[in-house]
């Protein structure tokens, strides 16, 4: 995830990310979300040319068996509950 997200900084889509973790005592459905802040809306779209930059990248971080094995386990080790398009929203006092 670390590789990832450096790359796509690099790549200039990628502005921040974030972990926030819910610390309450009945967090619901789920306790962490992970987030990504895009440089705007169009940063998000799928971009063939991009995805393929970033995966030839992300490849030489991890030998070529551990590339098949770790897809095949993937949704072992985590469950997505939904996705979500946030807004920051900050207000300036006068």
Not at 52 to 72: C, D, F, M, P
Request: charged share 30%; hydrophobic share 35%.
């Amino acid at each position: 995830m670390a590789a990832l997200l450096r790359h796509s900084k690099k790549m200039g889509d990628v502005v921040d990310c974030g972990i926030y973790i819910n610390e309450a005592a009945s967090a619901g459905p789920f306790n962490m979300i992970l987030t990504v802040t895009f440089k705007d809306a169009a940063a998000m779209e799928p971009n063939e040319t991009k995805y393929k930059a970033l995966n030839t990248e992300l490849r030489k971080y991890l030998e070529e068996s551990k590339q098949k094995s770790i897809v095949g386990s993937y949704e072992e080790f985590r469950t997505f509950w939904g996705e979500g398009n946030f807004r920051r929203v900050e207000w300036k006092s006068k």
